[in-house]
């Protein structure tokens, strides 16, 4: 008998089409096991199956060498299995600590005990590294943050098998070690683990073992020691990607200057980005990255100071005028700010650039869809057809969707924040692709990223945030990750786990 | 006490201050008593109407409900004088209980909107009121005494009579703060309104949830039809509760109770409670037109929804 | 949008078939065309409620603004002014109180609900402290336009007719009509999406107050007075219809053809039981559980759907 | 009921049932359904309808709102009905509604409440009794109790009500009298026919005139609900409350099956009301013989007693009665 979770046979369909199938995977006692794919080749769906979410159509599960069938979520987590979704989902409306424990509370009978809730939900926390207030609304917390609370909550478990789908994504290189030194905790405690992520670097930092699926199916199982980037890479695509290098691009009039601007969460931003200049915004969590974005957005209003495009000052209001200023953003949380999820892909796609697509306020058809399958077709889109709900589309596709809308709109400045999130390797490699070409175009970018590879892949030059200031500003041919950390922290010899 | 519900305290105590320039004897013993009267069948709907509204839905039916447990306590009543009074308030809330669980099996197994079952009972148990009571009333001679005695005798305090029934709908009230606040059902019910997905990822039933706020509401309401015997000695199949259903939505919206789910607050419901009652018995003791009297109404509500929105502001 | 408003459709034929049988005087087409001029306005305004449910919105005050620019146009009329400007008027006046409960929704970020449930007290009570108890009679020359005819379709019909091509050809092929669904989908979104939410929201409900004006104009002319007490609690039949339609009260779903297919559901249900004898109180619990059992209907198809395929 | 042989043969009768020997369909729609009042005016037809020979049937709205009925009487014409008798909820909207009835050959009589100031819309009324009579009566009966002195408060139904209207002129009218010089009408409030917008300002006037003698609410609901309060306050003559104080008179108009227990305890001495019934009888007589009546026209209802129609069609049915404790428990209604 293993120690363990084994998934055997694992089908799941939707409307008729098996997403995944026939998947066999085995999850040992005190291993980190790696689960990798394309978007949308069924890892988030295999996860939730073996979780309780979905029941799958075929297979079986067995935990600890016992047959066993997840009803839903609650049973799967009573038997010890904990998943932390891939998009973070909390109860707005309640406290930190109490969307920890929302679900399974502490409790004496059938009342709740508040103040051992706060003391655990403390020290979860702090064990995370995460300076959050319990007693602090969830509502207006980064997507990040929300993260590391639904983490939190697992970890209030007593699971002894864990599944993480891409909860590195939204994380700065400093969390993401803080997650490192939680999962091998928990895999030394005799915990069995899967992963799923769409960085190789940490598949192959932390993981053991890694499963590779394409469309549904397993393709190689193999442990680290027998593998490679290269190979794992090719794997999952099944075709060879050519990383091309980062080359030095002239660049033109300054587009977007600020001056001292200052808002909610920022403070003094002098900020400059040039037409065909792709500039990278590094940063911890909660560096107010984010807020900047909004700002010149026209979310929010700054409190002070001033803000040029192309030499004239402007006020950006709204997003309405932000638009017709030529400036857009990919928002950091699709599922709030990019998207109308029951709707379908062409209605997503074409919604910030309709009215221009559809003279005199009717309609058009033909254009939609056409506009839509271009870009469907560009990023290379898993889906049914473009009248897909865009709710049914894995994580990936659904950013994919979203970048295709403000790309559309063909913006003079295009402001991207953390645009690959849960985006695979092939798309990557393809969005990065295309922001570089609108760059070539005389396109300005503004681009949040948390990962740090793609900051110093793309970026001519480099802005780093702490504390809601620029506090260093690099060239992006010459900078390293340990430049760009020590700036993020302020100190010395902050780097990935 | 939080910032809204001290705002609503707030706009409560201006209201009274600026009524009561215009008309001292607001605060006599007589009119408090007056607006107290009001308080207990509002308030006892109120609670159940929060429960509902807090995990995301809404029951229509309350009014229809009251009036059909009105009309059927009445009946038993009439059948049984002596009824003891325990067994008679059971009674109502056993009526209430099984209408309230009809709409909750309908929401939960049916899977329909709560608004469009609610309206469809808002509709069928007011038909079937009518046809319980044949169409007559229950005439005061059929209440006995001793219900009636509860709506005007109770503790006094300085001159001021807390009837039973406001003391029954402050008991209610508090079971309620506790049951929301301290219990895991209440904190259950505040997260399937804040995100009904989660909750289910969390392993809430939310079919369990939603059953039992729907059914704890129409006994409520149900309670409520008991009092409402007790307060007004008779019963109209055709008057009683009839479109209360939007009194007790305004109390609780009042009260900053978040229309869509998953937020508000026992004692918010209450001061908008309070701040109906107010407005009814000011508008009757102001001697305000009584063609004037709706405009007023409609007025003051939308003042106070107003300055709530202002004082939100003013926060963010 | 994709959802086909299949359910009221064969409640529909079903039910017009049990009408006839129910009573040899409910198929006459005369009088069912008839019949519809009372629910002309309610049809309207489901018209106009359709987009404010889909843009995840409600609004309670349409009957109180029927009221008040019914008794408004009636004393311009009774003023002397003349039939085509008194219906300017009030169309205007009932897109002004729609508007005014628009910019209250969309500029101070208050719940439709509870805004619409405060201007509904207002706007009747504007009525009744106008008017008290007295009644404004209308000139003969404006009443009656329910018993005009235009290729025997009475007029109230006809301009419903009229009103369901615009409004549906605006709902479902127009850049605003998508708009429409986008912020009754997620609001954040469609600002994040750089749409004129604001705007949009105003429009929706000026155009529920547009309707209500019209509906005025019909309620007038088919009455021939004008009381502050008209149309009480028509607002929850226009929900009704709207929601039996098909339109979610979150927002984001509905369609102009699923309105109209309950419209005349609920028409038709009521006039066969009214013309059958059926007793009010019957009335009542039938149209309730009616109401219930059609959504139920619609449910239970997908309820087995979801059954036979992989479960979230 | 083609076996039927009465028919009218009064030269006033017309339309085509007699003719062809069925029976004439008549329909009462009354205000709203549930309402015990008009349950009771339904009674009068009932009790006739065999023997006049007619097909008789009540049709109330769900609810007493102004233009709830005018589905209702688009529904009967279209049913066959002959004739359409009704309590309008509003005195003007349902004009164009009873005309086109008309124009369609239905007799159109209103019950109890008449279309005033719009009495060509239908053919006759039915009135309880002489509405000139109920204000004069009701304020004697109220001074009566008051020994003809002391501030008393009107509470109405609602500000719009027309029958509450005319009554309440009435009593302003007969005030002039110098009976009543010493008595003063302090307010008229409207408690809407909602027990609780009743209570509520039965309340206030309690609370508003500390010196007041005498509550007369014309209405049903009203004086039901005034009642209750009162008997809480215990301000009622001979009350806990009342004592060294002569407490407050309350009368008006009601059923007396919902007063019966403010009656025994003592909390209305008397109240007035008409038998609602009578009105049926006289409606279903109208309407089974299909007559044409104009002012000045007389005619028998075996067992009524003879009856005269007045100016403007309006036929009184009876007279009020009062009902205090000696009486009280003889009437069922
Ligand atoms: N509820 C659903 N209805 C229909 N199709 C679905 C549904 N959920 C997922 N799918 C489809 O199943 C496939 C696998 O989705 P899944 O979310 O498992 O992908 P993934 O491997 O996690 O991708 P990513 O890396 O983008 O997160 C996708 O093609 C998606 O469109
Ligand atoms: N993990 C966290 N811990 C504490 N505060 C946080 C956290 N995440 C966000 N915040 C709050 O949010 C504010 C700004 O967050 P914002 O989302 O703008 O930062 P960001 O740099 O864009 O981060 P991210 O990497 O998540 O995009 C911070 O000032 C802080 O108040
Ligand atoms: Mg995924
Ligand atoms: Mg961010």
Request: proline fraction near 4%; charged fraction near 15%; glycine fraction near 10%.
């Amino acid at each position: 008998m293993t120690k363990g979770l084994r998934a055997a046979g694992i089908t799941i369909s939707f409307g008729g089409i098996d997403v995944v199938a026939g998947v066999d995977i085995k999850l040992r006692s005190g291993e980190i096991h790696a689960l990798v794919g394309e978007n949308g080749a069924g890892k988030s769906s295999l996860a939730k199956a073996i979780a309780g979410v979905y029941r799958p159509r075929l297979g079986s599960l067995e935990l600890n060498g016992v047959g066993v069938k997840f009803r839903n979520p609650r049973e799967a987590l009573d038997a010890g299995v904990a998943l932390i979704h891939q998009e973070p989902i909390t109860f707005p409306d309640l406290s930190v600590a109490e969307n920890i424990f929302a679900g399974h509370h502490l409790r004496c009978g059938p009342f709740v005990r508040w103040s051992a809730t706060l003391a655990r939900s403390r020290e979860l926390l702090e064990s995370l590294g995460v300076a959050l207030d319990p007693a602090s609304p969830v509502a207006g917390l980064s997507v990040a943050a929300r993260q590391q609370v639904e983490l939190a909550s697992a970890l209030s478990h007593d699971a002894t098998v864990w599944i993480f789908d891409e909860t590195t994504a939204p994380l700065t290189p400093k969390e993401v070690a803080e997650l490192f030194t939680v999962m091998r905790r928990l895999r030394d405690q005799g915990c069995a683990l899967l992963i799923v992520t769409h960085h190789l670097q940490e598949v192959f930092a932390i993981a053991d073992r890694i499963t590779v699926l394409r469309d549904g199916k397993k393709v190689a199982e193999k442990t680290v020691a027998e593998s490679n980037e290269d190979e794992i890479v090719r794997l999952m695509v099944g075709r060879e990607l050519s990383l091309e290098r980062h080359e030095a691009r002239e660049a033109g009039e300054e587009l977007l200057v600020t001056r001292g601007l200052c808002g909610p969460g920022f403070r003094d931003i002098d900020l400059t980005v040039r037409c065909g200049e792709i500039v990278g915004l590094a940063g911890l969590v909660g560096a107010g990255r984010t807020e900047l974005a909004r700002a010149l957005f026209g979310i929010t209003r700054p409190t002070a100071g001033r803000m040029l495009l192309e030499g004239q000052e402007v006020q950006v209001a709204s997003p309405r005028t932000a638009l017709r200023l030529g400036i857009s953003l990919v928002p950091e949380d699709r599922l709030h700010e990019g998207l109308l999820l029951p709707q379908s892909i062409a209605v997503n796609s074409t919604l910030a650039y309709l009215a221009r697509l559809c003279n005199g306020g009717w309609l058009h058809q033909k254009n939609i869809h056409a506009e839509t399958n271009k870009y469907a077709a560009r990023f290379r889109l898993a889906c049914r057809n473009t009248d897909q709900a865009v709710s049914e589309l894995s994580g990936g596709n659904q950013q994919k969707v979203v970048l295709a809308k403000w790309l559309m709109t063909q913006p003079k400045l295009l402001i991207l924040d953390e645009p690959t999130r849960g985006v695979d390797v092939g798309a990557k490699s393809e969005v990065h692709r295309i922001i570089r070409e609108l760059a070539q175009e005389g396109m300005a970018v503004l681009m949040i990223s948390s990962d740090l590879p793609e900051v110093l892949h793309l970026s001519d030059r480099i802005a780093v945030m702490r504390e809601g200031r620029i506090v260093a500003q690099l060239n992006g041919a010459e900078a390293t990750e340990e430049q760009i950390m020590f700036a993020a922290t302020g100190q010395q010899g902050a780097a990935l786990g | 006490m939080g910032k809204r519900e001290g705002i609503a305290f707030g706009f409560l105590v201006l209201l009274s201050g600026v009524a009561g320039l215009k008309e001292p004897r607001l605060f006599q013993p007589q009119s408090i008593e007056s607006v107290l009267l009001w308080m207990p069948l509002i308030t006892v709907v109120a609670m159940g109407q929060l429960l509902v509204i807090l995990t995301g839905g809404i029951d229509l039916s309350i009014g229809s409900i009251l009036g059909f447990s009105g009309i059927g306590v009445g009946l038993v009543l009439k059948a049984n004088p002596h009824l003891p009074l325990p067994i008679v308030f059971l009674a109502g809330l056993a009526i209430g209980l099984a209408l309230g669980a009809f709409n909750a099996a309908v929401i939960v197994w049916g899977k329909i909107s709560p608004l469009i079952v609610t309206i469809g009972t808002l509709a069928a148990f007011r038909g079937l009121t009518f046809i319980l009571s044949k169409g007559d009333q229950i005439d005061s001679s059929m209440i006995p005494d001793s219900l009636t005695v509860l709506a005007h005798s109770g503790i006094t305090i300085a001159h001021v009579t807390l009837s039973w029934l406001l003391i029954l709908a402050l008991t209610i009230a508090l079971i309620t703060f506790a049951t929301l606040g301290f219990t895991t059902f209440g904190r259950n019910v505040f997260a399937l309104g804040s995100n009904a997905d989660a909750a289910r990822l969390r392993g809430i039933s939310s079919g369990s949830v939603q059953f039992a706020v729907y059914a704890i509401c129409g006994a409520l309401a149900g309670l409520a039809g008991v009092m409402y015997a007790s307060r007004f000695g008779f019963v109209n199949p055709g008057s009683a509760g009839s479109s209360f259903e939007l009194t007790v939505i305004a109390a609780v919206a009042i009260g900053g109770t978040k229309l869509t789910g998953g937020s508000g607050s026992v004692l918010g419901v209450l001061l908008g409670c309070l701040l109906l009652s107010c407005i009814n018995v000011f508008l009757s003791l102001l001697g305000i037109d009584a063609n004037y009297q709706m405009l007023t109404y409609g007025l003051v509500i939308l003042i106070a929804i107003l300055t709530d929105a202002a004082a939100r502001r003013g926060k963010a | 949008m994709k959802d086909r408003p299949i359910v009221p459709a064969v409640l529909l034929v079903i039910g017009t078939i049990l009408a006839s049988r129910l009573s040899p005087h409910f198929l006459d087409i005369h009088y069912l065309l008839d019949t519809s001029t009372l629910y002309a306005e309610t049809g309207l305004m489901a018209l106009a409620m359709t987009f404010v449910i889909i843009s995840g919105n409600i609004d309670l005050s349409v009957g109180s603004n029927l009221v008040l620019t019914a008794c408004l146009s009636a004393k311009l009329l009774a003023a002397g002014w003349g039939i085509p400007s008194v219906v300017v008027a009030a169309c205007l006046m009932g897109t002004c109180f729609g508007a005014i409960n628009g910019w209250l929704v969309a500029k101070l970020k208050l719940p439709s609900f509870l805004v619409t449930l405060g201007t509904m007290a207002i706007y009747r009570g504007i009525a009744q402290a106008m008017l008290g108890p007295a009644s404004v009679k209308l000139p003969k020359a404006f009443t009656g336009l329910d018993q005009l005819l235009w290729f025997k379709i009475p007029v109230p019909f006809l301009i419903f007719l009229f009103a369901t091509l615009v409004t549906g050809l605006i709902l479902h092929r127009t850049v605003f009509g998508r708009w429409v669904f986008s912020i009754g989908t997620s609001e954040r979104a469609s600002t994040y999406s750089g749409l004129p939410v604001d705007r949009t929201k105003i429009i929706v409900f000026a155009l529920s107050g547009l309707m209500c004006g019209i509906g005025a104009l019909l309620i007038d002319s088919r009455l021939g007075v004008a009381r502050h007490d008209l149309a009480r609690g028509i607002e929850l039949d226009v929900i009704t219809v709207v929601v039996v339609g098909g339109a979610a009260i979150t927002g984001g779903k509905g369609s102009t053809l699923g309105t109209v297919l309950a419209l005349f559901l609920v028409m038709l249900v009521r006039t066969a039981m009214g013309v059958a004898n059926v007793k009010a109180e019957y009335q009542l619990t039938v149209i309730g559980g009616l109401l219930i059992l059609a959504v139920l209907a619609g449910n239970l198809g997908q309820l087995f759907n979801r059954r036979s395929a992989a479960r979230r | 009921g083609k076996g039927s042989t009465e028919t009218a043969s009064s030269p006033e009768a017309s339309g085509s049932p007699a003719a062809t020997g069925e029976k004439v369909k008549v329909v009462f729609i009354p205000k709203n359904t549930g309402n015990p009042y008009f349950t009771q005016v339904a009674k009068g037809f009932e009790s006739s309808a065999a023997s006049l020979g007619i097909d008789f049937n009540t049709q109330a709205p769900a609810t007493g709102d102004a233009t709830s009925q005018l589905e209702v009487i688009k529904n009967q014409v279209q049913g066959g009905a002959n004739v359409i008798v009704i309590s309008a909820n509003s005195p003007d909207a349902l004009n164009e509604a009873l005309d086109q009835a008309k124009e369609k050959g239905v007799e159109v009589i209103t019950v109890d409440s008449d279309l005033t100031g719009n009495e060509s819309h239908r053919d006759a009324a039915v009135l309880p009794t002489d509405f000139s009579k109920i204000g004069p009566a009701q304020l004697e009966l109220l001074a009566k109790t008051m020994n003809y002195e002391g501030e008393f408060a009107i509470l109405s139904a609602t500000t719009d009500a027309p029958n509450q209207n005319a009554w309440i002129e009435g009593m302003k009218t007969a005030m002039k009298n110098p009976t009543y010089a010493k008595m003063k009408l302090v307010e008229i409030v409207y408690g809407d026919d909602e027990p609780q917008k009743s209570s509520t300002e039965a309340e206030g006037l309690l609370t508003k005139h500390p010196n007041l003698r005498g509550i007369l609410s014309p209405t049903s609901v009203g004086l039901a609900a005034t009642a209750q309060v009162l008997e809480n306050s215990g301000l009622y003559p001979g009350g806990p409350k009342a004592t060294g104080r002569p407490g407050i008179v309350l009368t008006g108009l009601s059923t007396p099956n919902q007063m019966k227990k403010a009656v025994a305890k003592g909390v209305v001495a008397s109240f007035q009301l008409w038998d609602p019934a009578d009105m049926g009888t006289i409606a279903a007589y109208l309407g089974a013989k299909k007559m044409k009546v104009k002012p000045g026209d007389t005619f028998e209802i075996p067992g009524k007693g003879k009856f005269t129609v007045g100016e403007k069609n309006v036929i009184y049915a009876g007279s009020l009665l009062t009902f205090d404790k000696t009486n009280i428990d003889k009437y069922d209604f």
